[in-house]
């Protein structure tokens, strides 16, 4: 990964070297030594690499999850130069990736993903987001090398606070996506998503949303446009 030196450069052999990871045999939560070996990832075990890559190259290992409602949470790497955020990540979806360093705080930087997160029924679906996770704190479980499954991480992410970037009452009033970015967001997605929802990562069974309320953390089946063909 020494190679990886920019940001960019590791965006762009997730984006180019690492098949998403539909997780055909199970749920996964793979280190970055096994996605390297299997050169498979989803968004969890991508932003996982990713904040190895950049620690490398001396940022600290920093992780943010997004959180949606009817719809799975979507974990990104994020990073600063020059006084701003930006963001590496692996997605099934073409919006959900790259952020440029241009978003002064966190919460800019997650609303950048708000018009691209959407469910199959074309619904927006981003509701919230956490502070930056320092993946120092799980050095002990050796988590870049390690062959073990990393739980630990995600049921870290699910029991944080998340910070709610909608005001009360907005989401009722909300459009669905316009027929054309949602072709564009799918654009190069594995097939799984007409067969379901955003299929990112999956939450602990019970968890806490932004507004104070829990809920399952099973996917959710999402029924598929009728013009996906």
């Not at 390297?36 to 943010?64: D, F, Q, S, T, Y």
């Not at 955020?85 to 241009?102: C, D, H, I, T």
């Not at 988590?143 to 991480?153: D, G, V, Y």
Request: net charge positive.
């Amino acid at each position: 990964m020494r190679r990886l030196n920019t940001p960019a450069k590791v965006q762009a052999f997730l984006d180019q070297e690492i098949a998403y990871n539909t997780e055909i045999h199970g749920a996964t939560c793979f280190s970055p030594s096994t996605v390297l070996e299997k050169r498979l990832a989803h968004c969890m075990e991508g932003a996982l690499l990713a904040a190895a890559a950049l620690r490398m190259h001396g940022h600290p290992p920093l992780i943010v999850d997004l959180e949606a409602t009817q719809d799975t949470d979507h974990v990104v790497a994020v990073f600063r130069q020059y006084g701003c955020w930006g963001a590496v990540a692996k997605s099934n979806y073409s919006g959900l990736r790259f952020r440029e360093p241009v978003y002064r705080t966190i919460r800019e930087l997650a609303m950048s993903y708000f018009e691209h997160y959407f469910n199959l029924r074309r619904e927006k679906t981003l509701r919230g987001y956490s502070r930056p996770v320092n993946l120092r704190r799980f050095d002990g479980l050796q988590w870049t090398t390690t062959k073990e499954q990393l739980w630990a991480i995600p049921t870290y992410l699910c029991e944080i606070s998340h910070t709610r970037l909608l005001p009360p009452g907005a989401d009722r009033t909300l459009q669905r996506m316009d027929a054309r970015l949602f072709a564009a967001g799918c654009l190069g997605s594995s097939s799984t998503i007409v067969a379901g929802g955003m299929a990112e990562w999956l939450k602990a069974p019970v968890l806490k949303t932004v507004s104070g309320e829990t809920r399952s953390g099973v996917r959710i089946p999402l029924p598929p446009p009728v013009y996906l063909i």
